[in-house]
């Protein structure tokens, strides 16, 4: 146990870049919602990976976005400054080949991070036929910043991820573990709830109906054999409203269905799950009703 390694690791990065696939991956467990849209995560989420000989504290963070116009959007912003507080080591995942102008801000963040704590992880190079496009790739971005470590992983397939984990265990200070072996995650059972539900309505709505919603736990009971959860969908518009419940409730009905299948995988355990949809204008513009939403820094 004397040699046992314990740190924070920050996954941070542009929208999009797969930082939420990379964390799942990384603790063997579907904890962070991941979708094709850009801009999934908004919150910052801890999971935590322990192994015999080290404890990984990961943060997964929202896309950092240039120029948020919303109070919502300014919220995640600041939610990814927050994570490089006393942080041990800061993963900057960037999608392979693909550079633009919001990694640029990105790096803007980092700049004051040590070069000593900083790994370049290039995502998603299961999409990339030519691996040898690679090191101009890494050319260009090594222009702009320095890195301890550049792993080139694929965070679906799980590619390098064996490598990155020994690579991030090697550079950890040495430490007793600040959690119980068996936890996996700072957030409570309510949070998954409402994230589970969130991740299936952006799964089926289009267009910026999954950016206009939020989700509120109004009831949270376990009565050992079952969780009675009471849930409400918060829209903009009574539009958005009839959008999400759909025709003849079809909507909400599935989105509850597939929200619940989820949940009682992960509680393992039943799960009796009851959704109402709720107007409240412009919330994602409002700091009072985001903290009401449980939005704080
Ligand atoms: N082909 C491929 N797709 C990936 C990989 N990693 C993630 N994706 C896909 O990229 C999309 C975005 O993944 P997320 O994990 O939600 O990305 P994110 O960086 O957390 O996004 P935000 O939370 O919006 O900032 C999803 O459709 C993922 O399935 C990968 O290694 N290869
Ligand atoms: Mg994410």
Redesign the pocket.
């Known amino acids: 146990m004397n040699n046992f390694k314990t740190g924070y690791v920050s996954i941070i990065?542009?929208?999009?870049?797969?930082?939420?696939?990379?964390l799942?991956y990384m603790i063997d467990q579907k904890l962070?919602?991941?979708?094709?849209?850009?801009?999934?995560?908004r919150w910052n989420l801890q999971g935590i990976k322990t192994t015999e000989h080290a404890q990984i504290i990961f943060i997964?963070t929202?896309?950092l976005q240039k120029q948020p116009k919303s109070a919502l959007n300014r919220h995640m912003n600041r939610s990814v400054s927050h994570s490089l507080d006393h942080i041990d080591i800061v993963l900057f995942?960037v999608e392979g080949l693909k550079w633009n102008e919001l990694d640029e801000n990105v790096i803007e963040l980092l700049k004051d991070v040590p070069k000593d704590k900083l790994f370049l992880i290039i995502?998603?190079?299961?999409?990339i036929q030519d691996k040898n496009q690679l090191l101009s790739f890494i050319d260009t971005i090594s222009k702009h910043v320095e890195f301890k470590e550049i792993i080139p992983?694929?965070?679906?397939?799980g590619e390098g991820i064996t490598n990155l984990e020994s690579l991030l265990i090697n550079d950890l200070p040495v430490g007793p573990p600040l959690y119980p072996d068996d936890q996996v995650t700072d957030r409570n059972e309510r949070f998954f709830a409402a994230e589970f539900i969130r991740e299936q309505l952006i799964l089926r709505l289009s267009d910026e109906l999954p950016y206009r919603l939020s989700i509120t736990i109004d009831e949270f009971k376990d009565d050992d054999k079952i969780i009675h959860i009471h849930a409400s969908i918060w829209v903009e518009t009574k539009g958005q409203k009839s959008i999400v419940i759909g025709k003849e409730g079809k909507v909400l009905k599935v989105v509850g269905k597939a929200a619940r299948l989820e949940l009682e995988r992960l509680y393992d355990k039943k799960v009796n799950l009851k959704t109402w949809v709720k107007v409240k204008s412009n919330w994602a513009d409002s700091e009072q009703a985001l903290k009401q939403f449980g939005y704080y820094d």
Do not use: E, H
């Open positions: 990065g542009r929208p999009n870049v797969g930082k939420s696939t990379l799942n962070s919602i991941v979708s094709r849209k850009p801009q999934t995560t997964d929202p896309g995942v995502n998603k190079v299961d999409k992983v694929s965070a679906i397939k």
